[in-house]
């Protein structure tokens, strides 16, 4: 149900009628298997104004303000709610889809073709090379993150437009780039297994790593 109202596309071509049902299902998406935590309670708190015009980004942000309001002693999980529903909103500009990833293949490529990862990947390892490594990323690991955690990868170490905002890759997309740059120069015969033993530890969060190879190595000034 709509009543009247439209709501601007994510890609600002067009616009569609309000569906309260699509967000209510994103919501319980966001609250699904956490302990202590409400889908209700984040849209009554959220205390949405709706207009004819509002655009799905303005919507996405309140949703995530009032599921990091939550957060205190009482109701700590509500930092996986606000979290979850950060990675929706990037995975939604993105891809225009919250699951499906593309495949590390087409990914590497896009990004590289517009000079935001270093061409020197593909010179470095071969196409069997980047299929076996895309056998090592877990989408699902970014479910691990806290809102504070998420919120400070996509606002300082993702690949981005700093004068617009515009974000061009996820944190697991990250982490494994950064596997594969840091291990490129190894015998061929083991850095594959440097490079997922790396993976592993990076996005499960066993090791912190230096801000500078966080924001540059990946990209062309490495």
């Given at each position: 149900?709509?009543?009247?109202?439209?709501?601007?596309?994510?890609?600002?071509?067009?616009?569609?009628?309000?569906?309260?049902?699509?967000?209510?299902?994103?919501?319980?998406?966001?609250?699904?298997?956490?302990?202590?935590?409400?889908?209700?309670?984040?849209?009554?708190?959220?205390?949405?104004?709706?207009?004819?015009?509002?655009?799905?980004?303005?919507?996405?942000?309140?949703?995530?303000?009032?599921?990091?309001?939550?957060?205190?002693?009482?109701?700590?999980?509500?930092?996986?709610?606000?979290?979850?529903?950060l990675?929706?909103?990037?995975?939604?500009?993105?891809?225009?889809?919250?699951?499906?990833?593309?495949?590390?293949?087409?990914?590497?490529t896009?990004?590289?073709?517009?000079?935001?990862?270093?061409?020197?990947?593909?010179?470095?390892?071969?196409?069997e090379?980047?299929?076996?490594?895309?056998?090592?990323?877990?989408?699902?690991?970014?479910?691990?993150?806290?809102?504070?955690?998420?919120?400070?990868?996509?606002d300082?170490?993702?690949v981005?437009d700093r004068?617009?905002?515009?974000?061009?890759?996820?944190?697991?997309?990250m982490?494994?780039?950064?596997?594969?740059?840091?291990?490129?120069?190894?015998?061929?015969?083991?850095?594959l297994?440097?490079?997922?033993?790396?993976?592993?530890?990076?996005?499960q969060?066993?090791?912190?790593?230096?801000?500078?190879?966080?924001?540059?190595?990946?990209?062309?000034i490495?």
């Amino acid at each position: 149900m709509s009543n009247g109202i439209n709501v601007k596309k994510r890609n600002g071509r067009g616009v569609e009628p309000l569906q309260l049902d699509k967000i209510h299902k994103m919501v319980e998406q966001a609250c699904d298997g956490i302990a202590g935590v409400s889908a209700s309670q984040v849209e009554i708190n959220s205390g949405i104004q709706f207009y004819d015009g509002i655009t799905t980004s303005e919507i996405q942000e309140i949703l995530i303000k009032s599921a990091s309001d939550l957060i205190d002693l009482d109701n700590p999980n509500y930092q996986f709610v606000a979290a979850r529903l950060l990675l929706f909103q990037l995975r939604k500009s993105l891809y225009g889809r919250m699951q499906e990833m593309p495949s590390l293949e087409e990914h590497i490529t896009k990004l590289a073709y517009e000079d935001l990862y270093d061409k020197d990947i593909f010179d470095k390892y071969s196409l069997e090379e980047i299929h076996k490594v895309e056998t090592f990323l877990d989408h699902d690991r970014d479910y691990k993150f806290t809102y504070a955690g998420l919120r400070q990868v996509v606002d300082k170490y993702l690949v981005q437009d700093r004068s617009t905002g515009e974000v061009y890759e996820t944190p697991q997309f990250m982490y494994i780039m950064i596997a594969l740059t840091m291990f490129r120069n190894y015998p061929k015969e083991t850095r594959l297994d440097y490079v997922r033993r790396y993976y592993n530890a990076i996005s499960q969060h066993r090791i912190n790593i230096p801000t500078p190879i966080m924001a540059g190595v990946r990209t062309p000034i490495r």
